[in-house]
């Protein structure tokens, strides 16, 4: 998709902070994040929506399953290293729905503290990160994906 914002990351026109990357999926920072260590889970193939999902060629059917995979691996990350003490997982589908690039993907949204977030409060504005802090969170996340990963050894 040529003016696919997501499209240019996955082809590296863009930069990205990269948290993970395979043939078929790319994990990387929200650059306008709710919480610290937002990430964004991609396939690289485009579908616009969950209704716009292919599975009818193989390397389709690969590609979503690891989506999948790997969506649950990176909230499995953030949960269980103690990175944060929790986790929220979002997609929106169309505008109506918050939706603002139109190539599929799933929020991962790492949540700190002991305080109940209101769980509409997705838009609730954005954190700002320290000096330093990107690359610190990026390597804790990346290396507790590719751990996780190896331990389970499914891919
Ligand atoms: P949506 O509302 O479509 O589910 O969320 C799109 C997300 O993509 C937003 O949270 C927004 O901050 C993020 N985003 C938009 N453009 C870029 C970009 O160029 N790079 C990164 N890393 N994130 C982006
Ligand atoms: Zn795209």
Not at 22 to 31: A, G, K, N, P, T
Not at 95 to 105: I, N, S, Y
Request: hydrophobic share 40%; net charge negative; charged share 25%.
């Amino acid at each position: 998709m040529e003016n696919c914002i997501f499209c240019k990351i996955v082809k590296g026109e863009i930069p990205s902070t990269k948290l993970y990357e395979s043939e078929r999926v790319i994990v990387f920072l929200d650059i306008n994040p709710i919480e610290k260590g937002h990430a964004l889970i991609v396939p690289k193939l485009h579908w616009s929506n969950l209704a716009e999902v292919k599975l009818d060629t193989e390397k389709e059917i690969e590609t979503y399953e690891e989506l999948m995979y790997v969506m649950r691996v990176t909230a499995k990350a953030v949960i269980s290293t103690g990175i944060a003490d929790g986790a929220n997982i979002l997609q929106c589908n169309n505008a109506c729905a918050g939706k603002t690039v139109d190539h599929l993907h799933f929020h991962v949204i790492p949540r700190y503290g002991k305080e109940a977030v209101a769980v509409p409060a997705f838009n609730s504005g954005a954190v700002k990160y320290e000096e330093g802090e990107v690359s610190v969170i990026t390597k804790k996340l990346a290396d507790a994906i590719k751990k996780i990963i190896q331990e389970e050894d499914l891919l």
